[in-house]
Structures are given as structure tokens and as C-alpha cells.
């Protein structure tokens, strides 16, 4: 991807050294979107927010809550694909675009992000346990403009925060069974992301599979 040589803000955040939240913007509004509609492909965004962070700041001081976000930053670029755009927009609030991805393509990979900022062990606050929220959505499903679907992953993530937190979610307007953590426990999560790896697949195909074998096993009820 072609990137201007010069920009009038920062392109950078300082401490991460992912994108700024302008920068992302500005590439989301004048490349990713563009190129998503020329090529008639996919394009899901999202934002994710750290719950508790205000408190892990206080209780354990700034450069504590520092090492929190170099960690996040750190999973978020192991796991993101070479195409990805990720971003810092401010304090403790991360996203990102991943460009030719399907929502729920975005939803697995964003669960396995969920799991490892749970499990991250911070030697500067013992005992703590981070979590994360994120808001999800796609074009064109959920928008085709920059501003709608920032809104629309905003939305997502308010009602990921405002249902429990620890979660990903949808913009309300989307009623999929997508969102996996509201319905599912734990060990069933777990096991199914084992499943996965070890058949090479992505989560949300093998959700398909056994929907379709729930529809055929009651398909005579479905046709009284």
C-alpha cells in the first residue's frame, strides 16, 4: 500500500508505535474504503477498549499502565495479518482495519485477542487481570463510509461494555450469533478454539457446520 510521504499530524503514537488515530483515519477514508468498493471485498473495523485500566493506572502507577499497553499493542501485532492497519486512538482504546475480512472471519481472530489480553501476566500489578472490550463492524454491511462504520464499531463496543464487558459485539442493529461470548461458556470457547487449530480451520466455519447439522437433524419440523 502506497502511504503519503507527508502528513501534517503525527502518523505515530509515541509509545506503541502503531498508527495514529488521525493517520488510520485518513487511511481508512482515502485508501482501505476505496480499494474495499473497487474490489467488491470485504473490510471489518474495530475498537477495542481495556476495562479497568483507569484503576490499574491508579493503583499501580503510569509506567504499570505503560507496560499494559506495550503488551496489548504487542498481541495486537502478532495476530493481526501483514495487511492489517492498527491503531492507538487514545489512552487505553486500540483498533484497527482488516482489510478483504469478513465479520465473522474478524470475530474469531478478535477472540483469540480477547483470550490472550485475559491471560497476560503484568509482573508491575501481581494478582491483576486485564480485560478487554471490542466493538465490531463491516463493510458494507454495517457502513460504507468512514464515519459510519466508526460509529457503528463505537456503538459495538458500548454495548460490549455496557453487557458485562470481557466481550466482543456487534452493532445492535446486527442480530447475528456472532457474538460468541454472549452465549457460550468458557470451556465450550476454549475447546473450540482447540478444535480449530488442530482441524486448521477458523472458528466461525465450524459454528456453521454445526448449525447445519442442528437444521437437518429438526429439518421435519421446519417443514410443518
Not at 493517520?23 to 481508512?28: I, P
Request: proline share 4%.
Amino acid at each position: 500500500m502506497t502511504r503519503p510521504t507527508t502528513f501534517e499530524l503525527a502518523t505515530s503514537d509515541k509509545l506503541t508505535g502503531l498508527l495514529s488515530a488521525d493517520y488510520f483515519r485518513y487511511l481508512l477514508r482515502d485508501e482501505l474504503l476505496p480499494a474495499a468498493q473497487q474490489r467488491d471485498e470485504p473490510l471489518s473495523l474495530f475498537l477495542l477498549d481495556l476495562d479497568g485500566f483507569m484503576e490499574l493506572n491508579t493503583q499501580h502507577g503510569r509506567s504499570c499502565g505503560d507496560e499494559a499497553l506495550l503488551a496489548v499493542a504487542a498481541i495486537l501485532q502478532e495476530l493481526a495479518p501483514p495487511s492489517a492497519l492498527l491503531v492507538r486512538y487514545s489512552g487505553d482504546e486500540f483498533g484497527g482495519a482488516l482489510p478483504d475480512t469478513r465479520v465473522d472471519d474478524a470475530f474469531s481472530l478478535l477472540e483469540e485477542l480477547r483470550r490472550r489480553v485475559a491471560a497476560l501476566s503484568l509482573p508491575c500489578a501481581n494478582g491483576v487481570t486485564l480485560t478487554c472490550s471490542v466493538g465490531l463492524a463491516g463493510f458494507p454491511g454495517h457502513g460504507r463510509h468512514e464515519a459510519e462504520l466508526v460509529r457503528e464499531a463505537d456503538e459495538a463496543l458500548y454495548l460490549a461494555k455496557v453487557s458485562g464487558r470481557n466481550k466482543i459485539a456487534l452493532p445492535p442493529s446486527d442480530s447475528r450469533m456472532i457474538t460468541k461470548t454472549s452465549y457460550y461458556t468458557a470451556t465450550q470457547l476454549e475447546r473450540l478454539s482447540l478444535l480449530a487449530k488442530g482441524q486448521r480451520r477458523n472458528e466461525a466455519s465450524l459454528l456453521r457446520e454445526a448449525l447445519d447439522d442442528v437444521l437437518k437433524k429438526y429439518n421435519d419440523r421446519l417443514k410443518a
